[in-house]
Nanobody, 115 residues
Framework: QVQLVQSGGGSVQAGGSLRLSCAAS????????MGWYRQAPGKQRELVAT???????NYADSVKGRFTISRDNAKKTVSLQMNSLKPEDTALYYC?????????WGQGTQVTVSS
């Protein structure tokens, strides 16, 4: 069993910054990908960024150059530094861990960016 506990997020004005963190516990295997997804009201959940255990990253085009994903394998954590936030970044953000073909999700954290 895998548990993901998220922290961070909140409300900020456009141009501001926020940081999300996620701590994993349970049966974590050595090969996995961690990442962040988001879901805005009335829209489907979409990928924000992922990072492999070897630190290979992948970003959605909409956040490239503004968001940075990082992980600490020893602490089993993944973080998302979000800079230059825009109102369209407003969404519920979810931490994800994918291993052995199975995905696990955090509880979700609201990020609200006002103009």
């Amino acid at each position: 069993q895998v548990q993901l506990v998220q922290s961070g997020g909140g409300s900020v004005q456009a141009g501001g910054s926020l940081r999300l963190s996620c701590a994993a516990s349970g049966s974590i295997f050595s090969i996995n990908t961690m990442g962040w997804y988001r879901q805005a009201p009335g829209k489907q959940r979409e990928l924000v960024a992922t990072i492999t255990r070897g630190a290979r990253t992948n970003y959605a085009d909409s956040v490239k150059g503004r968001f940075t994903i990082s992980r600490d394998n020893a602490k089993k954590t993944v973080s998302l530094q979000m800079n230059s936030l825009k109102p369209e970044d407003t969404a519920l953000y979810y931490c994800n861990l994918d291993q052995l073909g199975r995905g696990y999700w955090g509880q979700g954290t609201q990020v609200t960016v006002s103009s």
